[in-house]
């Protein structure tokens, strides 16, 4: 079945680390999004790319990095410059050439600083 | 990028219908109307998208009004699955042709009483 696959569920990290989250989809799809979500809020966009190679800043972007090197992966690594990373990281995807199609969420990674 | 405006939270009684609004007074003709939900600790799922014409479909029903400044997600019958948290988004296409960032608000919290 076509979908989207984020790994791992739960990561901890320690203070200094760089951590990777993985984000992959079989749905040829050629957006991807990478959210954050903190307990009791809304979905933060944190980075969004369009086509391979090629990615665009969201609203939160200070402290992480992406990559788009294939189509169907889209890791985000949350560098030791985000002082705050404890959150509910939401990966996403859907066809670029239509605003009709659905989006869909993979079903979300913990990252914890311990 | 035009934004959407949706209550905090709203509460309605088990078996009952429910009428979730939304505002979007700065929709473009081009924008689609997105609903999605999201229970605790999951990432969203897909409940109804639409342009300008009413939708239904298994899981719900959506209002669009003439001047698509307003929307309304009506769950025909809620059940104490539906609780969760409902997001309102309009999804667009730029200037290049491909998908916006695809800005959530806070969305509204469902709580359904038995």
């Known amino acids: 079945d076509g979908g989207i696959t984020q790994s791992p569920k739960y990561l901890f990290r320690k203070e200094g680390q760089n951590v990777t989250l993985s984000c992959e989809q079989n749905?040829?799809?050629?957006?991807m999004y990478w959210y954050r979500q903190d307990p009791g809020q809304g979905l933060r966009l944190i980075y969004y790319?369009?086509?391979?190679?090629?990615?665009q800043k969201g609203d939160i972007a200070e402290g992480y990095s992406v990559s788009r090197e294939k189509k169907e992966s889209f890791p985000l690594t949350v560098t030791s410059a985000q002082k705050n990373p404890t959150a509910f990281y939401l990966c996403?995807?859907?066809?670029?050439?239509?605003?009709?199609?659905?989006?869909?969420f993979g079903e979300g990674s913990w990252l914890t600083v311990v | 990028d035009a934004k959407t405006t949706q209550p905090n939270s709203m509460e309605s009684n088990e078996e009952e219908p429910v009428h979730l609004p939304c505002n979007h007074s700065?929709?473009?003709?081009?924008?689609?109307i997105h609903w999605y939900r999201q229970l605790p600790s999951q990432g969203p799922e897909y409940v109804i998208h639409?342009?300008?014409s009413n939708v239904n479909n298994r899981m719900a029903s959506l209002a669009i009004a003439e001047d698509r400044k307003s929307s309304t997600l009506i769950l025909h019958r809620a059940t104490l699955r539906d609780a969760a948290v409902y997001y309102c988004?309009?999804?667009?296409?730029?200037?290049?042709?491909?998908?916006?960032?695809?800005?959530f608000g806070k969305g509204t919290h469902l709580i359904i009483q038995p």
């Open positions: 996403a995807s859907t066809s670029a050439r239509s605003s009709g199609n659905t989006i869909y």
């Open positions: 988004i309009l999804r667009a296409l730029d200037s290049g042709g491909g998908a916006d960032g695809l800005t």
């Open positions: 700065t929709i473009s003709g081009t924008d689609y």
């Open positions: 790319s369009q086509i391979v190679n090629d990615f």
């Open positions: 639409g342009l300008t």
């Open positions: 749905l040829n799809h050629d957006a």
